[in-house]
């Protein structure tokens, strides 16, 4: 069975229509609109196959040109809320060549000439490039004026506008007649299909009456909703841009997997350098332990182990920074060889190039937004972790955990600035999947879907944004004051391990009360 569909519409000037407009769009003409002063562009258009003006006999010359007898059909109406004209739209069957749905045509408009004696423009177009390629259709613009010989009279198609039910009526004796002409044109080209304008229950109502059970079990489903021109051009444009962004950030993605595996690897990996057998992290803590043995234990006390209350005490620290901070300050207090600090010299230099690592994988974390513009804050936290020598680190105490501490502060502002973009990307993306179901039944899919949109549409909601907002901000400030820590020096930083600012520290930098680091 062949595809049949005929929508029914109007124009009217009190919702800003023009059927100078209308007719321009349909004909793929430019048309000047006298009563407003203005010209309608469609020539450039495509998709118009022909047009054609139909009007009844002894209509004047005029009628039958579409640039003049539009312009005046708009004259003629003088009321602000007048109705200018009426549209029937009509799907032509693909089974027929172009020759003849042009002719099917042209009998349809002839058909709405004949039964209500106005002019009607016969635009047949074409389907779109992108769209439906099975979309051959005709429009049929008709006046909303009767047309006889003196041009333009009475209202014409008033049997639309009855009350009481008779306006429904003359719709479906419209829809059967119109059926009629397609399938009378079908069966002039041979070709076996057939189009029927009555709802499915009634034909497979019919198919039952005839004994043709499973023509009418085949007939008993839910009709197929027509997708609107604008909603379906309109959900095309978002599958598409979802379907930008989700490949955009795609490989961004997988590459933030990785960086934050790689991370975790790093985190839970025991780094362990050689150093000198007589300036090991043992030795050092076995001298340690000897030096303060008559304050750890009395005469009836046992020996206190190996390890300190504080080695035991667990820190947010990286192992190597501690290690590399421990091997500093004792080769401070006890002196060391050449050879000791040549080693400590290359233990800070690896030290220090594990923390370009976490600068460039935050760097890479923010490179993963599209058009993303780098804060001043963060270059100047970049340039300070690639700006530093193993000798800024010789005669400082702190600097190894606020460098690190800086590091993960960039880490961490660089994740709170990239979860509002995922966190769009992922709305829109669970917006097109729940689009797919819009005219399909019911399913447990659907409903999936939808509880996706939703915990998506939440995660994107305003409120959730400022919180984000607000977490970005905190990170930004944590970034910047790491930054200034490491920037001031060692002595201003001391203060804040230790026992805080003192008071002329306080008033001269109060910014540095952002100094305390969370544990991350």
């Known amino acids: ?34 009563k407003n002063g203005t010209v309608h562009k469609y020539k450039g258009r495509g998709g118009v196959v022909s047009q054609e003006m139909l009007a009844p006999k002894g209509a004047p010359d005029w009628c039958l040109d579409v640039r003049s007898f539009w312009d005046k059909n708009e004259m003629h109406e003088t009321r602000s809320n007048a109705r200018l004209a009426r549209e029937v739209e009509i799907s032509l069957p693909k089974s027929l060549d172009s020759k003849q749905r042009h002719h099917l045509a042209i009998d349809l408009g002839r058909l709405m000439v ?62 059967g007649k119109i059926a009629s002409v397609i399938n009378a044109h079908l069966i002039m080209a041979s070709v076996n299909a057939r189009v029927d304008h009555r709802t499915l229950r009634a034909q497979a109502a019919d198919k039952a009456r005839q004994g043709l059970h499973e023509e009418a079990r085949a007939l008993s489903r839910d009709p197929i909703r027509r997708i609107p021109k604008d909603s379906f051009y309109g959900k095309k444009k978002v599958r598409q841009a979802v379907s930008a962004a989700k490949n955009a950030p795609s490989v961004a993605g997988l590459r933030f997997t990785q960086i934050l595996k790689e991370r975790r690897q790093v985190q839970g990996a025991k780094f362990v350098h050689p150093v000198p057998e007589t300036h090991s992290h043992e030795a050092a803590l076995r001298d340690r332990n000897r030096e303060g043995r008559s304050h750890w234990k009395t005469a009836n006390s046992p020996e206190q182990p190996s390890s300190t209350v504080r080695d035991r005490i667990p820190t947010h620290y990286n192992p190597l920074t501690r290690q590399v ?9 006890k002196g060391a060889s050449a050879e000791v600090l040549n080693k400590q010299a290359e233990l800070i230099e690896q030290w220090l190039e594990a923390q370009r690592e976490v600068a460039e994988q935050a760097l890479e974390i923010l490179n993963s937004i599209p058009g993303i513009q780098i804060e001043p804050c963060f270059e100047r936290a970049y340039a ?31 994740r709170m600035l990239v979860s509002p973009y995922r966190a769009q990307c992922d709305y829109l993306a669970a917006k097109a999947k729940l689009s797919e179901f819009d005219y399909e039944p019911p399913s447990p899919a659907a409903a999936r879907a939808r509880r996706r949109m939703l915990r998506m549409k939440h995660l994107a909601s305003s409120g959730v944004m400022k919180r984000r907002e607000w977490r970005i901000r905190q990170t930004r400030a944590a970034m910047a004051a790491a930054s200034i820590c490491i920037g ?9 391990h230790d026992e805080g600012p003192s008071e002329q520290t306080a008033s001269a930098n109060h910014h540095r009360q952002l100094r305390f680091r969370p544990r991350f």
């Open 1 to 34: 069975m062949a595809i049949y569909h005929v929508n029914i519409k109007s124009y009217s000037r009190g919702k800003g229509h023009s059927s100078v407009a209308a007719a321009a769009y349909r004909a793929g003409f430019n048309l000047r609109d006298t």
């Open 384 to 414: 300070l972790i690639h700006s530093r020598r193993a000798d800024h680190y010789g005669g400082k105490g702190l600097l190894f955990e606020d460098t690190e501490a800086l590091g993960r502060a960039m880490v961490r502002y660089a």
């Open 325 to 333: 901070s421990k091997v500093s300050r004792l080769s401070r207090s």
């Open 488 to 496: 001031v020096g060692d002595e201003s930083c001391k203060e804040i």
């Open 114 to 175: 004949d039964r209500y004696q106005v002019a009607v423009l016969v635009a047949v177009h074409a389907p779109s490039k992108k769209g439906d390629q099975r979309n051959h259709h005709v429009h049929l613009l008709l006046s909303a004026r009767k047309v006889d010989a003196t041009g333009l009279g009475e209202r014409a198609c008033a049997a639309f506008d009855a009350r009481q039910g008779a306006g429904a009526a003359e719709m479906k004796i419209l829809r």
